[in-house]
């Protein structure tokens, strides 16, 4: 044997799994939600989309080029940022705040602080804050152009949004079909209640997140909703707080960002029941209908914490040496 | 019973576990490292010139921790000098020219006792004397391990499970020579005076499993387990912990819960000692990895250079990336194959080239938290040694780490998480004892 040999350190074998698949998955698990935006609401979903996803990719390719890093934009992460932003947001916005909230995602939230596994808060959620300083343009929604659930003779006169309804004590005027198919105003990723449902079960199954966060996180919010229902039966109530806002995206696709929650089990409990309670919390007292971006983003705060309170129990911790 | 972690990878072990273990014909020039166990280096008894016999003593040491190591043939000593090792260190080594005669030397004899006779120093003696190390691959001195288990011990496991991938050396030993480790074990077991003896073989080995099963009559105290199949379940700790539920404290021995766990080559080995008086002085060898010709199980001599194993497997197929002694969870790199095969090494293993894996920045996706087996948070280790915080590290368990590699085989960010563990381990220790060095200094 002439040739020269590898020398490395053990392990030599690899399950195989990268970031960039990670991430490959969370646009996979989007995209159906992303279809029937685009089949509700028009072209226009999909081109907001678009300029999210493509400016959040330019800037982070401009950042690290400028800064001379390699490039990482192949990871995908900055993509999934865009496009969560895109799903925090209606689909009438004027264009130019997709971007301005990119690059405060991708450039201020993300590479300030050393880029992917660096930032301590969701770049999209923070991004979104960060965007209502316009906030006339973020809470005009769009009632879908196109409402297939006529078809199917259900009830679609909408008017305010189905959180405005509950925050003000009543239950919302479409019907829970309604809003589990996505026939009401809101963002574009607050609409398909079922799709996203769906992507959050495929993620789940290709094990790329795991069940604490989001079972933590609604099962916290239907608790507290069953308990104290402030129109309606209590059951009918918890399922309009379940279907409504940006619960369902919060809970299977925001709260379980890797680099913003905690590690172990336990910690994604008790983060995905902070998340719950301050999303009841905020929106039964806050002045704002919705609270689970504002939650998301507290908790984030915490993961450092909550990773140090729960580290895993050492293996033969507890036990003594007899020699 | 199941360890909390672990990892199910690809086996890769049938290649070799239908081949029957096929005797390697020794070479002309054998080269026996004086170091092939934890612990001191043995030292040479012979010079170069003398004429040694098969199974002769021909290295020993008065330290503590130590074994001894034997001629593997016989034949003349030709030299004594540093010779590249698996270790990838250069190490003291015996080169012994063949006389292609295999003369026994005279003090081989079986031992004249009856088993059921054997005293528990008698049976220490007996390891100590055949050079027996822990031979699935850690190589701590089995005299040594029976010693401190004498008296402790309530729990006695033989260990089968062979989990690393590729290897098939001890598969084949249970199928081929199952009633052997049988009489080892139940040896350990009446010098332990337990009343049975219980060998641990994973599930993905159901012939062994019966090939075991099929004389268990002859050993009353003896008993077969198929454990669940799962990646580190050989690890001394963790089937401790998957047969009795108990955990060995952290920077504990297996005594200290109890239990005393032997490898079933080890076993073996005791009865090859036992019956025939030879010492360790061969092994079976896997050679796989998908990169070599024909794979096969060699019975190799102790001291065969790693060239002759592959040239007898018909050499490399496709371009070789690696070269490992043992499995590729923990084996090691070699780079120069004139190292020898030595008493620990279960598997050569020739991987294809990959394409490197550059590493990426650690995204905290856990994968490593749920995949440790010693309940640690890799990424946080990760972290602290990174910021140089060698005490932080030792405070998030940095020693306990068992180097299985779980957690880089799972971190999706590639990160050599092992060697930055080991690097960390090493200061560890050596700041430690400058500290009580410092300490003592001071009194």
Not at chain 1, 206 to 230: D, E, H, K, Y
Not at chain 1, 254 to 271: C, E, H, I, R
Not at chain 2, 196 to 205: G, L, P, S, T
Request: charged fraction near 20%.
């Amino acid at each position: 044997m002439d040739q020269m040999l590898t020398v490395s350190s053990s392990p030599h074998l690899h399950g195989g799994e990268r970031t960039h698949n990670l991430m490959l998955d969370v646009l996979v698990a989007l995209t159906p939600t992303l279809l029937l935006s685009s089949y509700l609401f028009g072209y226009r979903a999909l081109l907001v989309a678009a300029v999210s996803v493509g400016s959040a990719v330019l800037f982070e390719y401009l950042y690290r080029k400028l800064m001379k890093k390699e490039n990482t934009i192949a990871d995908l992460s900055a993509a999934v940022t865009g496009l969560l932003l895109a799903f925090n947001l209606p689909v009438n916005i004027p264009l130019w705040i997709p971007v301005v909230g990119s690059f405060f995602a991708v450039v201020v939230v993300k590479q300030l602080f050393g880029g992917l596994g660096c930032n301590f808060v969701n770049p999209a959620l923070a991004a979104r804050v960060f965007l209502f300083s316009w906030s006339v343009h973020l809470t005009t929604f769009a009632r879908p152009a196109l409402d297939f659930t006529q078809y199917l003779g259900a009830d679609a006169v909408t008017s305010a949004t189905p959180l405005a309804s509950l925050k003000a004590g009543a239950l919302p005027s479409e019907s829970l079909f309604s809003m589990l198919m996505g026939a009401r105003g809101g963002c574009m990723g607050e609409t398909a209640a079922l799709l996203l449902l769906a992507g959050g079960l495929f993620l789940l199954i290709r094990g790329t997140i795991t069940w604490q966060i989001p079972v933590s996180f609604l099962g916290t919010v239907a608790v507290l909703s069953l308990l104290f229902p402030a129109a309606g039966s209590p059951v009918e109530y918890m399922l309009y707080e379940l279907l409504s806002g940006g619960l369902i995206l919060g809970a299977f696709f925001m709260a379980t960002d890797y680099v913003t929650s905690p590690v172990t089990g336990k910690g994604k409990l008790l983060f995905g029941l902070g998340c719950g309670l301050l999303t009841v919390f905020i929106r039964r007292f806050g002045g704002y209908p919705e609270g689970v971006s504002f939650s998301i983003l507290i908790m984030n705060l915490l993961v450092w914490f909550i990773d140090k309170a729960t580290l895993p129990r050492r293996f033969g911790k507890g036990g003594k040496r007899s020699v | 019973m199941r360890f909390h972690g672990g990892i199910h990878p690809d086996y890769h072990k049938g290649a070799t576990s239908g081949k029957k273990v096929e005797p390697l014909p020794p070479p002309e020039l054998l080269y026996v490292p004086v170091s092939q166990h934890i612990g001191a280096p043995a030292e040479p008894l012979v010079a170069p010139g003398d004429k040694v016999a098969l199974g002769q003593l021909i290295a020993k040491s008065e330290a503590q921790l130590t074994a001894r190591i034997h001629a593997p043939v016989s034949g003349t000593v030709r030299e004594i000098a540093p010779h590249p090792h698996p270790s990838g260190r250069r190490v003291q080594t015996i080169v012994i020219e063949n006389d292609g005669l295999d003369t026994v030397n005279d003090e081989v004899r079986p031992c004249p006792k009856r088993p059921e006779d054997l005293t528990f120093d008698e049976l220490v003696a007996l390891a100590r004397d055949a050079g027996i190390v822990g031979m699935g691959g850690a190589g701590f001195p089995a005299h040594i391990k029976l010693a401190s288990a004498r008296g402790k011990i309530d729990t006695l496991l033989i260990n089968g499970a062979e989990c690393e991938p590729y290897l098939t050396a001890d598969h084949r030993l249970m199928l081929e020579a199952p009633e052997s480790i049988l009489f080892g074990a139940d040896l350990l077991r009446r010098c332990f005076e337990m009343e049975r003896v219980q060998i641990c073989v994973e599930d993905n080995k159901p012939d062994a499993v019966a090939a075991l099963q099929a004389h268990l009559a002859d050993f009353p105290g003896a008993e077969v387990i198929a454990l669940p199949s799962k990646y580190p379940q050989g690890s001394e700790k963790h089937i401790i912990k998957a047969v009795t539920g108990r955990e060995v404290p952290s920077g504990a021995l297996p005594a200290d819960a109890r239990c005393a766990v032997f490898n079933v080559d080890t076993c073996a080995s005791l009865t090859r000692a036992f019956r025939k008086g030879l010492p360790v002085h061969k092994r079976i060898v896997t050679v796989s990895g998908g990169a070599v010709a024909q794979p096969k199980n060699l019975l190799c001599r102790i001291g065969t250079p790693f060239s002759e194993l592959v040239a007898f497997c018909g050499g490399e197929q496709g371009p070789v990336g690696k070269v490992l002694m043992g499995g590729p969870m923990m084996g090691a790199c070699q780079f120069d194959l004139a190292a020898p095969v030595i008493k620990t090494t279960s598997g050569l293993l020739l991987l294809p080239e990959e394409k490197p894996r550059p590493e990426t920045h650690c995204i905290r996706c856990g994968r490593c938290v749920r995949a440790c087996p010693m309940g640690l948070a890799p990424l946080h280790l990760k972290r602290s040694l990174d910021c140089g915080e060698l005490d932080g590290a030792v405070r998030l368990g940095l020693r306990d780490c068992i180097e299985c590699g779980c957690c880089a085989y799972v971190c999706p960010a590639s990160l050599d998480l092992v060697a930055r563990f080991r690097v960390g381990k090493q200061q560890a220790v050596r700041q430690q004892k400058e500290r009580e060095a410092a300490a003592s200094a001071e009194k």
